[in-house]
């Protein structure tokens, strides 16, 4: 009698020990696919419908991972982490949904008579509108996201998803590096003749920085760079982040990310630098600056990773040698809106940028 209930006993205790290890399997297994999901599609391009495409791809395997451990419902640990994959499924969603509102908004045009907007107008102010929603959806989705991924760090869950900005970018109102405002009046004014190319470029000495001050034009044979509209004289050349680092000439290179920030510091601070470092010709929206220190940034578009151009005479981009990720780099921006961001973070390297070089 008693050797048959030992029997049972252990019967019981090896079964909870295979079930414990099935459900520690599930879990591993779970991690690893949703890690291996988000990496391979971190680097996707195309334009928006492929993206769309893609996400469709990913909420199906990520409803794989759920139905993988459906049979250990109950289990806390099991909950929290279906709960996660349905809380990406969603964000995916959100984001899809974004997507497809920017593909009709591209469907759109948008001509503009006598200064008057006509039907077509008002239907593409709508369509930006629901985008801007759709996105912001988007957004906070992604922050219930990041709050249950922190949550699971004992589970051995990376944190794949970051809110923006956040754990990448130290806040503004407490610069990592002090804001001490140089005096344009010691700025120091050369030239320089790119032996590449022959190419002058205007160069001016802020503080203990000489960067020069007209976009780079020269290109870089086996990279992507572009002009816009043969404009190359006026707004340089864009390029793509790998192109951007072989864009400068010998004894100077692209600056950091750190390097953007001191100069934005250097010239009195975020607020102090939409005015000063903005030409005063140019922007749309009366968004023309100073250029106290004659630094001259002029709104010279960019393109996106499928090629295609966007944000002419309203942003500025540059980019900084300084990775955020294998597949993005921080890069500086101004806007005619009444933030600088300069010494941002988040943009694929594909994107296509304006390049300014740092002396050495």
Partial sequence: MKSKYLIALLSVAIFSCREFEGKQGAIKQAIARDVEIFHSRDSAQGDNQQIITMIDEDNKLRQQN????????????????????????????????????????????CPKLMGQANQACSEYRRAKRLATEQVSSALEIQRHLVEKQRSLSHLGVPQLYFIEGESQKQPKSEPTIPVTTISPSTVLRDTIIDSRDHSVYP?????????????????????????????C??????????????????????????????????????????????????????????????????????????????????????????????????????????????????KNKANGFSVRCIKQ
Wanted: glycine fraction near 10%; aromatic fraction near 12%; charge should be negative.
């Fill in 203 to 231: 160069t001016v000495k802020i503080g203990n920085q000489t960067w020069t001050a007209k976009n780079m034009e020269f290109a870089p044979v086996g990279y992507v760079s572009k002009c816009q509209n043969n404009q």
């Fill in 233 to 346: 004289d006026t707004y340089g050349r864009l390029y793509a982040w790998d192109a951007a680092n072989h864009a400068c000439p010998d004894g100077w290179h692209l600056p950091t990310q750190a390097e953007w920030e001191t100069l934005e510091n250097n010239v009195g601070g975020e607020n102090a630098a939409r005015v000063n470092l903005r030409s005063t010709s140019g922007w749309k929206n009366n968004a023309n600056g100073q250029d106290e220190y004659g630094f001259t940034v002029l709104p010279g578009s960019a393109f996106n990773g499928d090629g295609r151009f966007y944000e002419t005479g309203s942003y500025a981009y540059f980019w900084s040698s300084t990775q955020e990720k294998m597949v993005s780099a921080w890069f500086a921006d101004l806007s005619d809106q009444t933030v600088t961001g300069l010494g941002e973070s988040g």
């Fill in 66 to 109: 759920i139905d993988l451990l459906i049979k250990y419902a109950g289990d806390p640990d099991v909950d929290s982490l279906t709960s996660l994959l349905r809380e990406e499924i969603n964000f995916n969603n959100a984001r899809s949904k974004a997507k497809n509102r920017y593909i009709d908004l591209n469907e759109i045009r």
